[in-house]
């Protein structure tokens, strides 16, 4: 579930909740911006200036991991509630699905799981993204993995752990994540090597989430937040094996 307290206040989230008074923040990179987008869509992204410009939210409603409403002038409404943000900053407006493949090796106090340090921002994290069009989940963790770290399991079959929001930076009132996650889970550590989106890729102790964390701080760095829920299911799920 996505966190917004310090933006929003808890009884305003909710979108029944009256705030005539709400003026969220625009966080609509140039790149996306209605002159930018008539002159150079990028690669990564839609077309669509503002949400009533989509033609298929019928589509996209009936495909979504997580179901979500759209509101008086058929603009999609985060299913998390107000966020203190509009406009976009993701390739889509609504719902962009992504896949995050959570890779453990060992057990006991041996196990450790693989995490990339983003290029984005700076800290560690799944390595995950987002699935492409026409593309499945199954197919996007297989390729995000291998694209990130160099690490080929598409001959193991994961764990789906399930569906949920991303308490995603660059999300907005009308753009948002939900991931699908899954769990792959190897005897050992194998070769993992930074590419694409990734600086770094690195094996941490995982045979707890304090174990987790502290090392990632004793490196000097940060766990992503919005991947800590995903992470924490991923170990519970081995530790009631």
């Given at each position: 579930?996505?966190?917004?307290?310090e933006i929003?206040?808890?009884?305003?989230?909710?979108?029944?909740?009256p705030?005539?008074?709400?003026?969220?923040l625009d966080?609509?990179?140039?790149?996306?911006l209605p002159?930018?987008?008539g002159?150079?869509v990028?690669?990564?992204?839609?077309?669509?200036?503002t949400?009533d410009a989509?033609?298929d939210?019928?589509?996209r409603?009936?495909?979504?991991?997580?179901?979500?409403?759209l509101?008086a002038?058929?603009?999609?409404l985060h299913?998390?509630?107000?966020?203190?943000?509009?406009?976009?900053n993701?390739g889509?407006?609504?719902?962009?699905a992504a896949a995050d493949?959570?890779?453990?090796?060992?057990?006991?106090?041996?196990r450790r799981?693989?995490l990339?340090t983003?290029?984005?921002?700076?800290?560690?994290?799944?390595?995950?993204?987002?699935?492409?069009?026409?593309e499945t989940?199954?197919?996007?963790?297989?390729?995000?993995?291998?694209?990130?770290?160099?690490?080929d399991?598409?001959?193991?079959r994961?764990v789906?752990?399930g569906?949920?929001?991303?308490?995603d930076?660059?999300?907005?009132?009308?753009a948002?994540?939900?991931?699908t996650?899954?769990l792959?889970?190897?005897?050992a550590t194998?070769?993992?090597?930074?590419a694409d989106?990734?600086?770094d890729?690195?094996?941490?102790?995982?045979?707890?989430m304090?174990a987790?964390?502290?090392?990632?701080a004793?490196?000097?760095?940060?766990?992503y937040?919005?991947h800590?829920?995903?992470i924490?299911?991923?170990l519970?799920?081995l530790?009631q094996q």
């Open positions: 579930m996505t966190e917004f307290t929003v206040p808890a009884d305003r989230r909710d979108w029944s909740a705030w005539p008074q709400y003026t969220p966080v609509t990179p140039e790149e996306l002159e930018a987008l002159r150079e990028p690669f990564w992204a839609e077309g669509a200036a949400p989509v033609p939210w019928a589509q409603q009936a495909a979504a991991l997580v179901p979500y409403q509101d002038r058929g603009w999609p299913p998390a509630g107000r966020t203190g943000r509009t406009g976009r993701l889509k407006w609504g719902e962009n493949p959570i890779v453990i090796a060992g057990t006991g106090t041996d799981i693989l990339i983003r290029s984005d921002i700076g800290v560690e994290a799944i390595p995950g993204g987002m699935v492409d069009p026409g989940a199954p197919a996007a963790l297989v390729r995000e993995l291998r694209e990130e770290t160099g690490v399991l598409s001959d193991h994961p789906i752990l569906t949920a929001l991303v308490d930076w660059r999300q907005s009132d009308h948002w994540v939900a991931s996650s899954a792959y889970v190897l005897p194998v070769t993992a090597t930074a989106d990734a600086l890729a690195t094996w941490y102790p995982a045979d707890s304090a987790l964390e502290s090392a990632i004793a490196a000097g760095r940060a766990l937040a919005a800590r829920p995903l924490t299911r991923a519970a799920h530790d």
